[in-house]
Structure formats: structure tokens, C-alpha cells
């Protein structure tokens, strides 16, 4: 059983928690409410459950005793879970204890930030076997991310992805960073929300014109969403749910049906946010961080007409995924923003009220933590990131 260092309370002095602001409105005074944890022991156990190369996402399959893991460098993993007390080791096939997906598509680009990205099952999975994936492909005029959906079909000994359909692809351009590619269904089901970042580019990030730099709403077989706010403005794209960022990579709805995003800021900047349908979350015209290099940014204000953060962290902590959890075995946290932070080597913890985020918690975990999953059982999974990255089970209890 690992045991964790104290609470990193020079990170979380960093933190800026604000009420969460609609456009316009102002953000508080950054020394009005720096957030701190006082020094201890972190508050759960930790279990080693194994390890994998350049992981990226989790994803709990409804009903059943199993896990995706996804890894940037193009493998997806079925793993099955022991009563969800703890992961088997791995073994091969003929114990159906973990098996390699067969099926991927072929055509993913490993390069930078690209590769195989997220995962996560249909809202009805367990009649249709549907999983969605994204990932990064190759096209003429550079790269981008694309989504596609297949049945997940095993059986003892073999896992594959049949009828792989794209439902939805990026802009190409050049580069090799700040795809995104982060997936969330609504509660309901009938709309499937797609973080796509700014490519580097940054002016996209304000174009409406442009699928760069959103978050995008769809239905679930990849058509722009009825409703969405600008389908009816010229030239605009129609999937665009709200506009302004740089490189959300985390998206995902409260029991209360609202929906939160993890944003990686420039250097500083970090944000957290709540998203409200049209609404302009700035970048690259205001960011609470600057250029790298040294070039100064606009800090959000209460007369720029853009969203601000709910949350926001300087220096930087790079969030690399969001989790809200829903549990009873960590009663004292049901509702909770929890965030892995990449360059923070961290596991970090946002009370969430409504619209507004309070109290935060930033817990050392000495390794680059990559997403965060919350287990049918109440538990929460970590996994690292970069070769080797272990995967983690938290349970009360330190």
C-alpha cells in the first residue's frame, strides 16, 4: 500500500477560487480568497494496481466488472476488475483477466499530444455495446482529432471494435499539441459534448467560424445538436456550444446537470470552468496567465464581456482531466471537482456549490497524473502518466 506525502500546501496556495462569473461579471480580488490546505496526511490509501505506457483515459463499462484504458500510443486495454476491491494482475488472455481491444482504427497519428485519446461508453451501453473514441489522424493539410463510435464484442479469449464509424473530425492544421479530444454525454443522452482546443493557434480560439478553440455539441451519431446557439448566425459553425478556449482537457457534468471543463491556461492560468451555452471564455484576449516567454495577457475583469473562471491557478498546475464524483465512500466529497494535474504531479480536490467552487485540496502524488475516474463502488482511480504509469485505487483511510 503506497503511502502519500503530506498535503503540498505551497501548490495550493497558488489557487484562486472565485464565485463562478457569467460573462461580464467580475472576477473577485486574486488576494481575497487564496485557497490553503493546512499540512497532513493525505486523507486515503493507495493501491498499486499495475502498470501501462503513456496512458490517457478510464472509463468504468456500466454493469459490468470492467475497465478501458486507453494509452497515446495507439492500445486499449479491457481489464477486468475483482469485485472492484482491486484490479487482477494482469495475465493473458485465456483468464480473461485483461485483453489487448483489437479493431483500433488504423489510422491514428502518434506525434506530440497526438495519439489515441479518450473513451467512454454510450449511454446505452448496455444494450448497444457502443463505446465512443477519439483520436488524432493525419490529413492534407496537417492533423487533428477525430471521434468515431464501435461495438465493443469479446469473448474468453479476444476483445475487438467492430463497425467503426467517424461521427466527427477537427480542423487539420499544423502542429502537434492541444487537441483535447475529451468526450461527455449528457445526462439524458441525447447529446454527446466534444472539447476541441486551439491547436496552438489561438486566434481561432475567438473565431465562430471556426471549430478550433470550443466545446462542441452534437448528437450522438455526430450531427450538430438542435438548438445550439449560433446555428442560425451566418458562417458560424453550428456545433459550437461555447467558444474561447485553449486546451480543455477535462469536461464533465454535476448530478445537478451542469457542466464543468478543465482548461490548461498558458504559463499560468489554469482554469476551471463552468459552461453556459454562446458564452466566450476569452482566450486568447484574457487569460489569468501569460505568453510563454514572458508576454503579458489581459487578466479577466469584471468589464471584458468574457466568462470568467470559477477557479484558476497560478503557476501553473496543467490539468490534464475532470472527475465529479457521486459517491458515498467518500461522503464528505459527493459533488467535488477533482482534477489530475500533469506539471503539478498532483491529485487536486474543488468543493463545488451550485455555480460557485470553494475549498480546495492539492495532494502531492510524485508522478505526473494524467485522469481521474471514479469506480461503480465509490473508490476513485488515478493513473499516471508517461511509460510505466501506474495505475491507483484511493480508498478511505490513509
Not at 164 to 178: C, Y
Not at 252 to 269: K, V
Not at 370 to 393: K, M, N
Request: proline fraction near 7%; hydrophobic fraction near 35%; aromatic fraction near 8%.
Amino acid at each position: 500500500m503506497r503511502r502519500l506525502p503530506v498535503i503540498a500546501a505551497g501548490l495550493a496556495a497558488s489557487v484562486i477560487l472565485l464565485g463562478c462569473a457569467g460573462g461580464g461579471s467580475p472576477a473577485q480580488d486574486p488576494a481575497a480568497e487564496s485557497a490553503s490546505s493546512e499540512p497532513g496526511s493525505a486523507p486515503f490509501s493507495v493501491a498499486e494496481l499495475g502498470s501501462y505506457d503513456s496512458p490517457w483515459a478510464l472509463e468504468f463499462l456500466p454493469d459490468t466488472d470492467q475497465l478501458l484504458v486507453s494509452t497515446r500510443t495507439g492500445e486499449l486495454f479491457l481489464r477486468e476488475v475483482d469485485d472492484l476491491g482491486g484490479a487482477q494482475e494482469s495475465g493473458g488472455p485465456e483468464n480473461r483477466q485483461e485483453l489487448r481491444v483489437e479493431g483500433l482504427p488504423e489510422d491514428i497519428l502518434v506525434e506530440g499530444q497526438g495519439g489515441l485519446g479518450d473513451v467512454v461508453a454510450a449511454p446505452d451501453f448496455e444494450q448497444s455495446q457502443r463505446i465512443y473514441l477519439s483520436w488524432v489522424a493525419a490529413g492534407q493539410a496537417g492533423s487533428g482529432a477525430v471521434v468515431g463510435h464501435a461495438r465493443l464484442v469479446e469473448s474468453d479469449t479476444s476483445a475487438q471494435l467492430q463497425d467503426l464509424t467517424v461521427i466527427w473530425e477537427q480542423p487539420k492544421t499544423s502542429g502537434s499539441g492541444h487537441f483535447s479530444h475529451r468526450l461527455a454525454f449528457s445526462p439524458d443522452g441525447d447529446h454527446l459534448f466534444i472539447t476541441s482546443g486551439d491547436r496552438q493557434q489561438m486566434d481561432p480560439a475567438q473565431d465562430l467560424s471556426s471549430g478550433l478553440g470550443k466545446v462542441l455539441r452534437l448528437t450522438p451519431e455526430g450531427e450538430p445538436a438542435p438548438g445550439n446557439p449560433f446555428a442560425d448566425q451566418p458562417g458560424a459553425d453550428a456545433e459550437i456550444w461555447t467558444y474561447g478556449h485553449r486546451n480543455p482537457l477535462g469536461i464533465e457534468f454535476a448530478a445537478d446537470g451542469r457542466l464543468w471543463a478543465s482548461e490548461m491556461g498558458p504559463e499560468g492560468g489554469d482554469e476551471l470552468n463552468l459552461l453556459r451555452e454562446a458564452e466566450n471564455y476569452g482566450w486568447p484576449e484574457a487569460s489569468n496567465g501569460s505568453h510563454y516567454g514572458g508576454g503579458e495577457i489581459p487578466d479577466h475583469t469584471g468589464s471584458d464581456d468574457f466568462s470568467a473562471p470559477a477557479a484558476w491557478w497560478t503557476p501553473s498546475v496543467s490539468p490534464g482531466s475532470l472527475m465529479i464524483y457521486r459517491g458515498e465512500l467518500f461522503e464528505d466529497w459527493d459533488g467535488d471537482a477533482f482534477m489530475g494535474a500533469l506539471s503539478g504531479e498532483a491529485l487536486i480536490r474543488v468543493d463545488l456549490d451550485g455555480e460557485s467552487a470553494g475549498e480546495e485540496q492539492i495532494w502531492d502524488m510524485g508522478a505526473r497524473i494524467r485522469d481521474v475516474e471514479q469506480a461503480p463502488d465509490g473508490s476513485i482511480w488515478v493513473i499516471e502518466d508517461g511509460d510505466g504509469a501506474q495505475l491507483l485505487r484511493l480508498t478511505p483511510g490513509a
